[in-house]
């Protein structure tokens, strides 16, 4: 148990539908992230939020959006995805983002895109 | 470019040291980290190096040269509840305001 909490653990989707990925955090961290996790790939960090405040990342599609509605609590919002973006979805917390911060991660979402 | 490159797959057994190595060329460089990943589980922490030199933590220890970018984590010992993935990451400052850079992970296969 890391302190870092996601929901649902898997979760199988159309390519027209609309889901929400949930992560929760209370270990009081400032800063929250979400990662892709695909097989054979480096962890590929897909937004930060630092504060409640986006750090912008645009190589990530219009598809995912995400939202930070306190600094507890981080959602990803999927619409339309590809087979492509099947994947683990992580999510991570850490005090800062200073040097010697490590990131405390969630389980994962299992992803899969039908 | 940016790499951070780590073996894919090492097989050790059990009782014996195994050296998990890393090399990265980044823009900027605040420090490394190892996380261990078990199947199906989140990433945790195992160490962090910013100065060079080696950091022991019980059975693991983390080497870093800065010079060379090069980092190994050493397992020694190995037990069968060590086959996990380990990953390499590397804070660099000018990636998205010194946020984290991975590794692919190597993945560790501990026999008997």
């Known amino acids: 148990e890391t302190g870092v909490t996601q929901t649902p653990r898997h979760l199988v989707m159309g390519m027209t539908n609309k889901k929400s990925l949930k992560c929760e955090q209370h270990?009081?961290?400032?800063?929250m992230y979400w990662y892709k996790q695909s097989a054979k790939k480096p962890l590929e960090l897909m937004f930060v939020?630092?504060?409640?405040?986006?750090?912008e990342n645009n190589s990530v599609p219009s598809r995912f959006s995400p939202e930070c509605p306190n600094s507890s609590h981080l959602f990803l919002h999927l619409h339309t995805l590809q087979p492509e973006d099947s994947a683990l979805y992580l999510c991570?917390?850490?005090?800062?983002?200073?040097?010697?911060?490590?990131?405390?991660f969630g389980q994962g979402t299992r992803l899969t895109v039908v | 470019g940016q790499n951070i490159d780590q073996p894919t797959e090492m097989t050790a057994t059990e009782g014996a040291i195994v050296q998990i190595n890393c090399t990265y060329q980044?823009?900027?460089?605040?420090?490394l980290f190892w996380y261990q990943q078990h199947a199906g589980e989140a990433p945790t922490f195992l160490s962090y190096?910013?100065?060079?030199g080696l950091e022991e933590k019980g059975r693991f220890s983390s080497f870093l040269s800065r010079s060379k970018g090069y980092s190994y984590l050493l397992l020694k010992e190995l037990q069968m509840k060590d086959s996990a993935s380990y990953l390499c990451?590397?804070?660099?400052?000018?990636?998205?305001?010194?946020?984290?850079?991975f590794g692919a992970g190597t993945r560790l296969t501990v026999k008997p």
């Open positions: 990451a590397v804070r660099d400052p000018p990636y998205n305001n010194n946020d984290m850079r």
């Open positions: 939020y630092s504060l409640e405040e986006r750090v």
């Open positions: 270990l009081g961290h400032n800063a």
């Open positions: 980044t823009s900027g460089f605040n420090g």
């Open positions: 190096n910013v100065l060079d």
């Open positions: 991570a917390s850490s005090q800062d983002r200073v040097g010697n911060t490590e990131a405390f």
